[in-house]
């Protein structure tokens, strides 16, 4: 059974960084490609970036661009996002999720991700 467990959320300031970890179980993890999503208060689920799944690849929302990087480490079955120079409107609940895909170097947000986690909530003060 697929399933994702997303951490390393928190409260940080305007300009500040976090480092998000998705840990992934019950597939073949390196079959998958791999997204960030996140949900602010009464806003849409928004894409923030994906990662093919060798890893050679990622794309990002353009609202993102230049301040998040994101990873994956096949042998640990484990994606970063690595998040910087926060802003507060990056604040919202983000989960990662994944998707069964033939591409080994490319992937899409446009894909029907599945195996949606807890979420991990991201805070950003001003």
């Known amino acids: 059974q697929l399933q994702l467990v997303e951490s390393g959320g928190g409260l940080v300031r305007y300009g500040g960084s976090l480092r998000l970890s998705c840990a992934a179980s019950?597939?073949?993890?390196?079959?998958?490609?791999i997204a960030w999503f996140r949900q602010a208060p009464g806003k849409e689920r928004e894409g923030v970036s994906c990662?093919?799944?060798?890893?050679?690849?990622?794309k990002y929302a353009d609202s993102v661009k230049g301040r998040f990087t994101i990873s994956r480490d096949n042998s640990k079955n484990t994606v970063i996002l690595q998040m910087n120079n926060l802003k507060p409107e990056d604040t919202a609940v983000y989960y990662c999720?994944?998707?069964?895909?033939?591409?080994?170097?490319?992937?899409?947000?446009?894909?029907?991700?599945?195996?949606w986690g807890q979420g991990t909530q991201v805070n950003v003060s001003s």
């Open positions: 999720a994944a998707n069964w895909s033939k591409y080994q170097t490319t992937c899409t947000l446009k894909s029907k991700y599945a195996g």
């Open positions: 019950g597939f073949t993890f390196d079959n998958y490609e």
């Open positions: 990662i093919s799944r060798s890893g050679g690849s990622a």
